[in-house]
């Protein structure tokens, strides 16, 4: 089971950070760009190739979307310095209680 975890937390970085690094980019030829693309390409493979051959896709995905809108909202206020609000906590506590009910689904193991 930690070896699923892991595999669908570097998905989520290497996703989340391939978006973080296309936002700040200043260009299609910036070095931010060509690194976010590398990382978010990373993050499909990953999906592709891994993540739907080890789970249900009525599985992997609500957990990876969930995963994905948690990440970005953390990015966005870390990163981008960007407003969170009381609408964004709301969503993202919703968010993580799906992700528990889906997790204890018992999928993982």
Same mark, same amino acid.
């Given at each position: 089971m930690l070896s699923k975890v892991l595999?669908?937390?570097?998905?989520? $970085? +290497?996703s989340s950070f391939g978006l973080v690094f296309i936002k700040k980019s200043?260009?299609?030829?910036?070095l931010l760009f060509i690194a976010g693309n590398f990382l978010y390409i990373v993050g499909y493979v990953i999906w592709v190739s891994v993540i739907l051959k080890m789970l249900p896709l009525s599985t992997a995905f609500?957990? $990876? +979307?969930?995963g994905l809108l948690i990440a970005s909202q953390i990015a966005g206020k870390v990163v981008l310095d960007?407003?969170?609000?009381?609408?964004n906590l709301?969503?993202?506590?919703?968010?993580?209680?799906?992700?528990?009910v889906i997790f204890s689904k018992g999928d993982f193991q």
């Open positions: 595999i669908f937390l570097f998905y989520i $970085a +290497s200043t260009g299609v030829l910036s609500p957990l $990876a +979307s969930a960007e407003k969170v609000d009381i609408y709301i969503g993202c506590s919703l968010i993580i209680l799906g992700f528990i």
